[in-house]
């Protein structure tokens, strides 16, 4: 079994930045990987960011690109998502999920695990 807790969110003014992780505990292997998801009040949850399949480059939804970015520490079993430049429509439930060889990116997202999530909120 394989937990992942997210961490680092909060409140923040727009044109803010929040640095989110999330950390994988129990059996992982090295073919285990991790994305970040969220979930805004009323809507449906939205892929954010991961890496490719060849896990060479990071890739983003089109609403986050140039704000936000992606990074792991593989000693660490963490993950990373840096975010400036907030907007209050980033306002939501970050979420990270994992699963063997790569990120399930569209719905149903069918990732084996998620954590529990944290609330990012845009405001002022």
């Known amino acids: 079994q394989v937990q992942l807790v997210e961490s680092g969110g909060g409140l923040v003014q727009p044109g803010g930045s929040l640095n989110l992780s999330c950390t994988a505990s129990?059996?992982?292997?090295?073919?285990?990987?991790m994305g970040w998801f969220r979930q805004a009040p009323g809507k449906e949850r939205e892929f954010v960011a991961a890496?490719?399949?060849?896990?060479?480059?990071?890739y983003y939804a089109d609403s986050v690109k140039g704000r936000f970015t992606f990074s792991r520490d593989g000693a660490k079993r963490t993950v990373y998502l840096q975010m400036n430049s907030l907007k209050p429509e980033d306002t939501a439930v970050y979420y990270c999920?994992?699963?063997?060889?790569?990120?399930?990116?569209?719905?149903?997202?069918?990732?084996?695990?998620w954590g529990q999530g944290t609330q990012v909120t845009v405001s002022s």
């Open positions: 999920a994992g699963r063997l060889g790569v990120v399930d990116d569209t719905p149903p997202f069918r990732n084996d695990y």
């Open positions: 129990g059996r992982t292997s090295s073919e285990f990987v």
């Open positions: 890496l490719t399949r060849s896990r060479s480059t990071t």
